[in-house]
């Protein structure tokens, strides 16, 4: 229910001194406050508020105090904090007597930003007509305006839901990053685009070696799809043999011969056998690239420099 001016004054202020009468008219903000249309922001809030249950927020103060809040940098408890004791914050917010204690609860301002919801952008228009009535912008220069990619990124990141379907947008500054799903309770999603490792079978005598890498992947596609286009070692040269999980022949060139000990068990057998159960020596050598080769993190901007980030970490 929407509260009344007698409710919000109270019956003890009669004789004591009115903030108007111990502030400085011309401070910024009493001049700020004379300009703003309280009466058309309180009208168009009006239908968030019941007409059951006990008195709400004065609409003035609500928005006074997160309009403070975002002029000062301060936060929640901040500005709650430097209400009590700046007379100034209080004849923003609508007050007229000095006031000892904080008249609501500091959570109300969680609340209401909640329930402005869309009714938020209210104050960028009020803010726009004043500074419009202050003559510090002309009617002639909103004949023009220029609305450029980062609004339409911050509108989709502010419209899109959890476990939506379709794209979604993850970075700010990185549309191509991907939310990849690892199935591990300790991480089970990570952030960014897939990349190919390629590394020898065999332990070389100084170790395992990274003969090919590619990235990115985009679309998170489905690790069996990857195989065909990172076939190619050093100077062109095709692999003999790959062994690696859910690769099919279809996705990789005619010449490569393919096992797949998940699809190939009973007839695999002696050298092959042998090399299939060297396949989870790859993810020692994917975490080292990760974690000392700067692949787990990369710096470079776009895809070009996923691309080469991925070639420099070999």
Known sequence: MRPTKHEVTGSGDLFRARLDQIINMKHELVQLADKIDWDFLDGETAPLYSHKGRPGIETRFIIGLLLLKYIYGLSDEGVCDRWVHDPYFQHFTGAEFFQHEF??????LSHWRERLGDKL?????????????????????????????????????RSQQQRQHGWMLYSFHAPEVECIGKGKASAPYEFGGKV????????????????????????????GHTLRGVSKTRRGSLAARSSAPGLTSDTAATTWKIHDASSSRGGIFGCIKRELRRRSAIEAVIGHIKAEGHLGRCLLKGRAGDAANAILSR
């Open 196 to 223: 190919s490792v390629v590394t020898t079978n065999a332990r070389a005598p100084s170790g395992q070696f990274v003969l090919h890498t590619r990235a990115p992947l985009p679309g998170n596609p489905y690790d």
């Open 121 to 157: 952008e209210l104050l960028l228009a009020e803010s726009l007509q004043v500074v419009h009535d202050s003559g510090a912008v002309r009617t002639k220069d909103l004949a023009r305006v220029t609305v450029s990619w980062p609004l339409s990124r911050a509108d989709q990141i």
């Open 103 to 108: 008249p609501h609860e500091r959570s109300d």
